[in-house]
């Protein structure tokens, strides 16, 4: 597993480098990150979550977020309907007001990421829905429903985690009007 692991750290290491390069990122963003810890290890969706890979994809995005600035959000899977876990200080700091609610993500009941986050970041609360800048899906957990509306596909070098496929996306204002109007 040790081998397993390690590419884990590399595979994260270089998207979110990636998305440190692109561009498309400002301190105060909502990251969205869907994950299947199970995918990512080669097994179905909700099989075989690991507290393990948990651990070091938090490291990596606990980092990046130091770094970039952005507020992380992590989604839980269906059983808690996709609800989703943030910190309180980032909660507060949003301009759209949003409704806490009264759960505790575990392994069988919000997956291993979600419950992995929650229990180390620094005041977690959960969130029934959000409108997110950027996402990131790892494994096919459907993050879309938690993205402003356009979300637009970013293509990275790096596709996948694991044996997990990733897909990320930003937002961008819709565009309105018509021949007539203008846009940057």
């Given amino acids: 597993m040790e081998h397993i692991y390690q590419q884990i750290q590399t595979d994260i290491d270089n998207i979110l480098w990636e998305w440190e390069e692109s561009g498309y990122l400002h301190s105060g963003d909502v990251f969205v990150v869907g994950c299947s810890t199970s995918e990512i290890i080669g097994k179905d969706i909700g099989s075989a979550g690991s507290e393990e890979v948990a ?21 839980c899977c269906e059983h808690l309907n996709r609800a989703l876990v943030i910190e309180r200080t980032a909660l507060d700091s949003l301009k759209t007001p949003l409704e806490e609610v009264s759960v505790i993500p575990a392994p069988e009941a919000g997956g291993s990421m979600a419950t992995y986050a929650y229990r180390h970041m620094d005041d977690a609360v959960v969130v029934e829905t959000m409108q997110a800048d950027v996402g990131m899906d790892i494994g096919d957990t459907l993050i879309g429903m938690q993205l402003k509306r356009v979300a637009v596909p970013v293509r990275f070098q790096q596709k996948a985690i694991g044996s997990a496929h990733v897909t990320a996306a930003r937002t961008r204002p819709k565009l309105i009007g018509g021949k007539r109007a203008h846009y940057n």
Wanted: net charge positive; charged share 20%.
């Fill in 55 to 75: 651990s070091i994809l938090f490291e990596a995005f606990n980092a990046f977020r130091k770094k970039t600035g952005v507020h992380l959000v992590f989604q």
